[in-house]
């Protein structure tokens, strides 16, 4: 089992920065491999970025590829997504998702373990 906490959603403007973080317990934190999923209203879960349970790794959807940032601190058993420039169309509940072997799938239902869930809104 693994649990998860996201934190540093808010609302803010477009064009702004916005740093969401995930705490994980229950797995060694290092072992595991994170990622971003998002869901805008009446929209399926989109995956948004994932890292490699090293951090060498890291993988990103087109949308959001040059703006946004995934990194991990194994010490901390937190991975952050950092958002640059965000834009109106990023407004979404932001999820963190864990894989215990291999890397996280980009089909969030193929993931097994999710955070509740911080709401980022960007106003235009």
């Known amino acids: 089992q693994v649990q998860l906490v996201e934190t540093g959603g808010g609302l803010v403007q477009a064009g702004d920065s916005l740093t969401l973080s995930c705490a994980a317990a229950?797995?060694?934190?290092?072992?595991?491999?994170m990622g971003w999923f998002r869901q805008a209203p009446g929209k399926e879960r989109e995956f948004v970025a994932r890292i490699s349970s090293s951090g060498h790794i890291t993988d990103y959807a087109d949308s959001v590829k040059g703006r946004f940032t995934i990194s991990r601190d194994n010490a901390k058993n937190t991975v952050y997504l950092q958002m640059n420039s965000l834009k109106p169309w990023d407004t979404a509940i932001y999820f963190c998702t864990a894989a215990e072997f291999g890397r996280v799938s980009a089909i969030a239902t193929e993931n097994a373990y999710w955070g509740q869930g911080t709401q980022v809104t960007v106003s235009s």
């Open positions: 229950g797995r060694t934190f290092g072992s595991i491999a």
